[in-house]
């Protein structure tokens, strides 16, 4: 249970690194945009022409690697995050099964024994009752015999 609550801890550390990952590429993508614009604008007031320097596509890719940067980060915590997620729940399902063997075992000893105290009991009832009657085996089963023959003729 000691692996599980860490693992938990763990899990709610990834999802925060998640939602900040996803919040800075936000934010840096509305930067980029932003800067973009103000580029356009000094350009402009400057009269520089918009081919000098770095060019537009220069500056776009330099974006999009950044952007496709932190999305790998992102898809990176997602996937650590599902394969903790999925080991916390093996081991809590392993904990289960190794308690319910437990209990499995547990019943099946106390059935066992019932059952040979079940055994014990039938033995010292007949023995009992034959000593008490003092009839040896044979004689019980003569009994027996003559008993079903009489209650046949009754009906």
């Known amino acids: 249970m000691k692996q599980v609550r860490s693992i938990r801890a763990l899990l709610k550390r990834q999802e925060t690194e998640v939602v900040e990952l996803n919040r800075k590429l936000n934010n840096n993508q509305r930067v980029t945009a932003r800067l973009f614009e103000e580029n356009k604008i000094l350009r402009d007031k ?32 997602e996937q650590v995050l599902h394969a903790r997620w999925l080991w916390m729940r093996v081991a809590l399902l392993s904990n289960i099964m190794y308690w319910l063997l437990q ?6 000893a106390e059935r066992v024994r019932l059952l040979d105290e079940l055994r014990q009991g039938a033995v010292e009832s007949s023995e009992a ?14 009994l027996q015999q003559y008993a079903v023959r009489f209650i046949r003729r009754s009906f």
């Open 103 to 108: 209990v499995i075992r547990h019943l099946e």
């Open 46 to 77: 400057a009269g520089v022409p918009a081919d000098w320097g770095l060019s537009e596509e220069a500056v776009d890719l330099q974006q999009r690697l950044q952007v496709a940067k932190l999305q790998a980060q992102v898809l990176h915590s």
């Open 129 to 142: 009752g034959l000593r008490f009657m003092g009839l040896s085996v044979d004689q019980t089963n003569l």
